[in-house]
């Protein structure tokens, strides 16, 4: 006998009781029948309702619209509604009895969600690191650390390269939100009052969206987050739907989550403003979600494609009151918009710096070894800077765990991206050094094909002819991640990268190992190189990564560590058209600069010199720079990476004279104070802004490079500190070349200045042309520039913009200015805001100044609006007498 005809059978029963008894109670029922909802199906309709005219249509229609278990469910519902409190318990019973204590609807709701939640705590507890060996587990509230969320939705134009932009992306929004969220917060009302029931938790590859959902599980099961809130919370993974080729259920979903078959789901879904779904991996679903309005499903136990049954989820057609968390990363924002209404945004950041911390020493769980690790992480930046990233920071503290239980020296390791990778690489096939020379060279280049195929086809995930095809018939588990999913009464494989980057990798790796020496494979080869040069230059962003990976890969001294190591040789042609073609580039770009923006140009400048830092050869990047002879870069915000790749450029562009900062800032890194964590900042955020105060620290530093050949130098609206200007001072004092320096600020002291002079009035000091325009330079400063005006023997142009110098400034300039016997051009350009500019009085001493100088020739007082009759009456004294050399006078 089937559970619907038991069903009917029961309710039958229990209706022909109720004719039986008190006249109108079978009338009752069908009139509150009417009014019932179950869940969030609307109540029968009346006019079926007055159709079903005998108690055997009446038991049929309730089956019929109401399915199995949820006719029982409304029959009581209705029952204990009209008072017929009897009749329900019968019918609970006689249920009970036909189909035992698992399935039936009083059974205790607390109880099974009990017995779940020890199943989530059981099934979430644990992670499996990515290069753990069998059965090597780790607790995943012994590693989880807390991450940075904010209610943050960026849009398209805002979004950098996911992987290549993440560090500078991170920092920027960190410091423009003080109060990041938890996510305990994320259902929480927002300024409005208004509640969100899907949140849309976004962020790039690796950096903890699969951990925090897995998170979300746990602390749920542990009674420790949404108590009150949710009575049941699953987890979908969208990986594994993917591959789910038989029809599916919301129902179905909800078991797959159960430690059995025997949930009481219908009891479950009549409450669904107590379910939370979290839908992980909303980027890798592969479904078009183009479905008409018509194909979505309204019943949660009808069975439809899964692309049905999620796009329903999704836009509320199924479920309206249930809640939602979806996990994506940005690049799939566009499509999930599309099938979302009135959602949150939250996006996940990665650590701060205490988090960082924090996570070695839970990682390392030796406090000594996580001390030496992460002190030598902090001392490197770029380092450091990745650990922003989850992933990253998991693998930068694999590879340096391995080096040091090998008793190797930390500060061997690769400062670059690649080295890194390639660390890592080299400790995972050491600890599988079972397989022969010729099987690990096999599998290495299975992988660099899949990976390169999947770059060029942007696909990140592979079934198992995939693998086969590039040679991997036993996948290598090292760097693939492997999933088994149902496929009818089969089981079917499918392969992703452990992490996009990893795919980027060895996706380099493809076009840089030596291919069989064969005239084919060769201009093979070599085609593909320049097909993803080609590629490269059409998209910056996509495969920017990838090309780093390759210049990193052409290192001369890492190749010999590829061919020591994995007996795998590195073309030395590839490095040739590698140069070749970066150079036509960078040509190009200089000769199409005025079609683009300064910042995109930026932009440009600083995607190829990442790349040449990546690869860390001078005679190579030399030669790639060798047509720079100046450099502008605008609107910049600086992170220390940059600043370090800049540094390294500069000191490699040998015919560079002329540099341009215009509107660049750098990170803040002292971003610890409003900021959850732990009290105590760490050393790394204490010293950094000594180190890192500005763009202008890594400049000074390649101009104090003895080789530097640079001669103009120009600051615009930078930022500065005083740290910068002893930094400036330094490079005044030692460079040979520099001869024009341009310095424009706005909001700054006379400190600044004061500090600069240090630099000006030294003996070696070079320069000839000097432009210093401040914002709020008062008389105070005037001094020191005076005594460099005496003691110089090299400036023939000087021009001070300044708001608040007035007379008293003026006279002791010319008071130096006397002295000086180079000027040839003196513009001073002094603004009549708060009462400052020059009156009479300062012209009476430029008067004086004139009639002695005997170089100067052009003067500059443009924006002066305060001269007065008197003043120009003054100044035409100095300008007739018979000493005055002027030619000039604006």
Known sequence: MTTEINMKEILLDILDNLSGEKEGDLERFKFSLANASYGEKAPIPKGRLQKADTRIKLVDLLCEYYKEHGAVNVAILVLERINLRDSADKLKEATKKALGPQQTPDRSANAYRVKYREHIKNKYSTIKDMNARLGENVKLNSRYTKLIIVNEHRHKKQREHEIMALGRRHAEILTKHASPITIGDLFESDRDGQLPQIVVLQGAAGIGKTLTAKKIMLDWANEELYQSRFDYVFYINCRKINFVREQRSVEDLILENCPDQNAPTKEILMNPEKLLFIIDGFDELRFSFNQPTSNQCSDPCERQPVEIILSSLFRKEVLLKSYLIITTRPIALEKLEQCLKDERYAEILGFSENEREEYFYKFFENEEQARKAFNFVEDNEMLFTMCFVPLVCWIICTVLKQQMEAGEDLAQTSSTITGVYMNYLFSLLKGHSSNSEKQVQGNLNGLCSLAADGIWRKNILFEEEDVKKHGLDKPDS?????????????????????????????????????????????????????????????????????????????????????????????????????????????????????????????????????????????????????????????????????????????????????????????????????????????????????????????????????????????????????????????????????????????????????????????????????????????????????????????????????????????????????????????????????????????????????????????????????????????????????????????
């Open 478 to 890: 090292l760097f693939l991640n492997e999933n088994m999913f149902q496929k009818g009464i089969d089981c079917e494989f499918v392969y992703s990268f452990i992490h996009l980057s990893f795919q980027e990798f060895f996706a380099a790796l493809f076009y840089v190992l030596e291919k069989e020496e064969t005239v084919e494979n060769s201009e093979t080869a070599i085609q593909a190189l320049e097909k993803l040069f080609e590629e490269c230059g059409k998209s910056r962003n996509y495969l920017m990564l990838t090309m780093r990976f390759l210049f990193g890969l052409l290192n001369k001294k890492r190749m010999e560590e590829m061919e020591k190591k994995l007996s795998c040789k590195i073309s030395p042609k590839i490095k040739n058209h590698l140069l070749t073609w970066v150079k036509e580039k960078l040509s190009l770009s200089l000769l199409n600069y005025d079609e683009l923006s300064s910042l995109e140009m930026t932009i440009f400048y600083f995607e190829y010199f990442h790349c040449f830092y990546e690869i860390q050869e001078t005679e190579f990047v030399q030669s790639a720079m060798d047509h720079f002879t100046e450099l502008k870069l605008n609107g910049r915000t600086f992170t220390k990476m940059d600043q370090i790749v800049l540094q390294f450029c500069i000191k490699n562009c040998c015919k560079l004279e002329s540099v341009y900062l215009d509107t660049c800032l750098s990170l803040t890194e002292d971003l610890n104070e409003d900021s959850p964590g732990p009290s105590k900042r760490p050393r790394w955020a204490e010293h950094q802004q000594e180190l890192y105060p500005s763009p202008i620290y890594s400049l000074c530093e390649a101009l104090e490079d003895p080789n530097c050949k640079i001669k103009k130098l120009s600051l615009k609206s930078c930022e500065i500190t005083d740290a910068a200007c002893e930094n400036l001072a330094t490079v005044l004092r030692t460079n040979q070349s520099l001869t024009e320096l341009e310095v424009r600020f706005g909001d700054l002291d006379d400190t600044i200045v004061q500090l600069l002079c240090k630099g000006l009035t030294h003996p070696n000091c070079k320069l000839q042309r000097l432009s210093l325009t401040f914002g709020d330079l008062t008389d105070a400063c005037c001094g020191d520039l005076a005594a460099f005006l005496r003691t110089t023997q090299n400036l023939t142009e000087l021009e001070l913009g300044q708001r608040k110098l007035g007379d008293a400034g003026v006279k002791l300039l010319c008071e130096g200015l006397k002295q000086n016997r180079t000027l040839q051009s003196l513009k001073l350009w002094l603004s009549s805001r708060d009462g400052c500019s020059i009156t009479a009085t300062g012209c009476g001493d430029l008067a004086a100044f004139l009639k002695t100088s005997q170089s100067l020739t052009e003067l500059d007082l443009n924006c002066n609006k305060s001269l007065g009759d008197a003043g120009v009456r003054l100044l035409c004294e100095g300008l007739t007498h018979p000493n005055c050399k002027l030619e000039t006078l604006v």
